[in-house]
């Protein structure tokens, strides 16, 4: 079992940054893909970023050269360093970890709120 807590959303004006982190309860980094999610109102959740255990990375294209995902796998998190922000990133985001062989262990985390106003 893998649980997952995320942090960093707030408030931000459009053209700023937000970082978010997602800490894992227990090691990740030897078999799980990390992704981020994002969810907002009347909206399906879609994937925002992911990185795997050797450090590849994939990005939506709405997104791309905005956001950047990393992981520290001593830490046992996964960031989601964004930039340039739009109003349409508003959303709620989520940290997601899925086995790379085992696929039936997926995990969520509840989710951080990231509001892009004026």
């Known amino acids: 079992q893998v649980q997952l807590v995320e942090s960093g959303g707030g408030l931000v004006q459009p053209g700023g940054s937000l970082r978010l982190s997602c800490a894992a309860s227990g090691s990740i980094f030897s078999a799980y893909v990390m992704g981020w999610y994002r969810q907002a109102p009347g909206n399906q959740r879609e994937l925002v970023a992911a990185?795997?255990?050797?450090?590849?990375?994939d990005y939506a294209d709405s997104v791309k050269d905005r956001f950047t995902i990393s992981r520290d796998n001593a830490e046992n998190t996964v960031y989601l360093q964004m930039n340039s922000l739009k109003p349409e990133d508003t959303a709620v985001y989520y940290c997601?970890?899925?086995?790379?062989?085992?696929?039936?262990?997926?995990?969520w985390g509840q989710g951080t709120q990231v509001t892009v106003s004026s």
């Open positions: 997601n970890a899925r086995h790379n062989i085992l696929v039936m262990k997926n995990y």
């Open positions: 990185i795997s255990t050797g450090g590849y990375t």
